[in-house]
């Protein structure tokens, strides 16, 4: 059997990840931690702490949204409804994705309303007008990319799988970002 050359003087009879069956003796002497092996290198409590606040941002932000949606009124309302609805299922759906990796990560998911206002990031603003109503869904949305981006560079290396699902958030808010900025452009003058 040939194998691949070596490089940077590696010994071949040392693989190059950590041994196979120290890996498998270590996932089963932790077996009961879950998805957290002993490669999980970040802080765990601190992760998780942060993760329930993007849990309660998401939320909050599914609700002002929601409230959006049915308040919408005015001769620009119909289109800015729908795009109020599609943002409010996008946040729910990031709620849910938060929520499963921080039971994947042996935590619990926050749902209590007691203190969601105040955990959350973003808050939640009613807006009197429709005008308004875009106004502080572009600051949520400004605030929660902020906090996102923190979070990402918080994470580093250390959990590549939680720092790759808040870069797709990321991506998607900046898209939330976009959407109302060009809204608020359509609305220019006419109301
Ligand atoms: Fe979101
Ligand atoms: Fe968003």
Redesign the pocket.
Known sequence: MSSAPQSGGRNPAQPFLSDIQELRRRAREHISQGAVTPGYHADRDTVVKLLNEALATEIV?TLRYKRHYFMAKGIHAEGVAAEFLE?SQ??QQ?ADQIAARITQLGGEPDFSPDGLATRSHAEYVEGNSLEDMIKE?LV??RI?IDSYREMINYLGQEDSTTRRMLEEILA??EE??DDLASLLEGMGGQH
């Open positions: 932000c943002h996008d946040e990031h869904d949520a949305e929660a998607k808010e939330h970002a």
